[in-house]
């Protein structure tokens, strides 16, 4: 009798078992992983530097709130885990699993990256955005990524940017010659090539070399971050228009492996909250650039001025001969190049009777606004 | 024996009942509410129209996939459920939940909305952007909208628009006297000023009203839809800039006790969804607009003309005269008003050293491009 009683308690405990199996399968069918996942983010922005710096909180905030919390990823400045010119190797090794900055730092490793931020005379900031999501830049983009083990990310755009900070006037092409100037990535290039002498230099030490006299004149990125760094109060002349980045567009680049390991919503969040970080960033600075500019030259006396036709010419020229060696042997490369030209050319062409036909019409109209 | 035996079992099964439960509530404390909301969305355009039709599809899929199903939208053409003109009341009164079209449609209830849609003459798709998302307008649209029960998402763009197709060459002020155009919103009002005739009608049945003489002219979008609809059929003359629509943007309306219905994750996708699209439908416009003028130059013959000088200046002396009767007695009203023209004068001032002068610079380099 006993053995019977065991054995029916064991029947009735297997059958639990069973009906707790099913209902466990039958509740993960329903509900989506609730896994979290506790990602870094490093990036090339000093911390929380206003427009670019902030781009990437604001990302994960955003994302953390859409996840209700199963995506939560920690932000860190330039040097706060790796330098700024650390990010793309320290997501390409996994060792964190996100960055934020832009392609063109990486030009060194990979030329070709440069075509991904910007080119001098290049696309706008719009015209960028329109090759990419809609002209097959985003694929060119991922595959040259691929061989990094990285996915890439438009996110964020700073718009045209100035030419620059200049401790002298620029009256013609002379005036460049042996000018010592911090201007990185492919502008730098150019600088040297129309005769001047390219410095790259992080960002937190341009001030003390402009006042030292270690370099006489300097790009940063316009009005509302140029303002900050207070370089009106060692260079008089501000010079438009930013010929060597006229819409450089910021990357969010995630590791390969991190990327496949998220769930598909999760996967889709961070597309979308890139596309949205890459307008809101365009926003912020087409916002603050002018009451920076206005305080630039009223406050502060800076000279703003137009560099001279010789000038743009002669950096054109060597642009554009430049620029279609930059490929070298790297059929991807060169394939990147055909796109992006292939692209200004047309797009310029629709520009010319839409963005640039209507700014136009606007301002000769101006004095009659009210 | 027996009884002992069935107690026993029963205990058996009582014990791995609580397990359930317990297991059950355990897993309901850490999965959020996974409620499906199946809401319905209705559009001013026509179903599938490339771009604009097309994008509230795309809104729809990428937040069904964020919100692994949890968010699930239909959206209908103009006219499936409610006509295109109807869809502010619509979801105002919360028939549906939502809404995807331009605020200007709304003028005759709502004059103030057309500041949040397009202002002839004044931002464009950069600079609106740079007003709604960090320059005030959005708070502002938000105000005005709450009378009327809405949530105003900024949900598109299709930048700088083209002045329209026109069936006789216009050589200067006096070939539009009289003109009958089919030209709807504030653009209307004004090329009434000027001397034209305004018509409203619907984008279905313009090719028609061309093709009877009853408008001698009319605007749409620009070449990658108006290639669609076959202008070039009724009229030989493109003319541009697009005075009238520098940089539409499109809304998306959300009823807002359904707005307030959802769980905060939710809501965050919508504006991450809205975000994105804003920036997406812009890059699409961007990158189709120019082949599609190619093919309307090299294929139909169609010939591309500027507005001549003095019909641009006649058309903003009028504008600008109008728009500042617009707010009429409304405080709301003046003070977005007041913003943007602000916001215009502050961020033009810049785009003249950025955007402009960039553009002006690049195309005046254009003989040296390869």
């Given at each position: 009798?006993?053995?019977?009683l ?37 990036t ?8 670019v710096?902030?781009?990437?909180e604001?990302l ?11 995506l ?15 990010v793309f190797d ?22 070709a ?11 706008t ?19 040259l990524?691929a061989?990094y083990?990285l ?9 045209v ?33 129309a ?6 230099i ?5 001030f ?8 006489d004149?300097?790009?940063w990125?316009?009005p ?7 370089f009106?109060?060692?260079a008089?002349?501000?010079y ?25 919503d ?19 600075y ?25 000038v743009l ?15 070298g ?5 060169k ?35 009210q």
């Amino acid at each position: 009798m006993r053995k019977l009683l065991i054995l029916l308690l064991c029947a009735a405990l297997v059958a639990c078992g069973g009906k707790q199996a099913n209902q466990a399968s039958g509740a993960a069918e329903k509900v989506p992983e609730q896994k979290v996942y506790k990602w870094r983010m490093v990036t090339t922005w000093p911390k929380n530097l206003p427009g670019v710096g902030v781009a990437p909180e604001r990302l994960a905030e955003v994302l953390r709130k859409m996840s209700n919390g199963r995506l939560q990823i920690t932000v860190y400045g330039a040097g706060e885990i790796v330098p700024a010119l650390g990010v793309f190797d320290a997501v390409s090794l996994g060792n964190v699993e996100m960055g934020h900055g832009a392609a063109y730092y990486w030009k060194g490793k990979v030329p070709a990256a440069q075509f991904f931020t910007a080119v001098p005379f290049g696309l706008t900031a719009q015209e960028m955005n329109g090759w990419l999501h809609h002209g097959g830049g985003m694929e060119l983009w991922e595959k040259l990524y691929a061989r990094y083990n990285l996915v890439p990310l438009a996110a964020g755009n700073t718009g045209v940017q100035m030419a620059g900070w200049f401790n002298k006037e620029i009256k013609s092409l002379d005036d460049i010659q042996g000018m010592k100037m911090r201007i990185p990535g492919f502008g730098g290039e150019v600088f040297e090539a129309a005769g001047g002498t390219a410095v790259n230099i992080p960002g937190g030490e341009i001030f003390t070399s402009m006042q030292t006299g270690v370099i006489d004149a300097t790009e940063w990125i316009g009005p509302y971050n140029d303002l900050a760094f207070g370089f009106y109060q060692v260079a008089k002349y501000y010079y438009y228009p930013g010929w060597q980045e006229p819409g450089p567009t910021l990357e969010m680049i995630v590791n390969k492996k991190a990327f496949d390991s998220l769930p598909p919503d999760l996967q889709e969040m961070l597309r979308a909250a890139a596309g949205m970080i890459n307008e809101d960033l365009l926003s912020e600075y087409t916002a603050r650039n002018n009451a920076a500019l206005e305080e630039l030259v009223q406050k502060h006396g800076v000279i703003v001025k137009r560099l001279p036709d010789d000038v743009l010419r002669e950096l054109r020229r060597v642009s554009e001969d430049l620029v279609s060696k930059l490929p070298g042997d790297d059929p991807l490369a060169k394939e990147i190049y055909e796109s992006y030209r292939k692209f200004r050319k047309d797009a310029s062409a629709y520009t010319e009777i839409s963005e640039r036909a209507f700014l136009n019409a606007r301002a000769e109209t101006d004095d009659l606004a009210q």
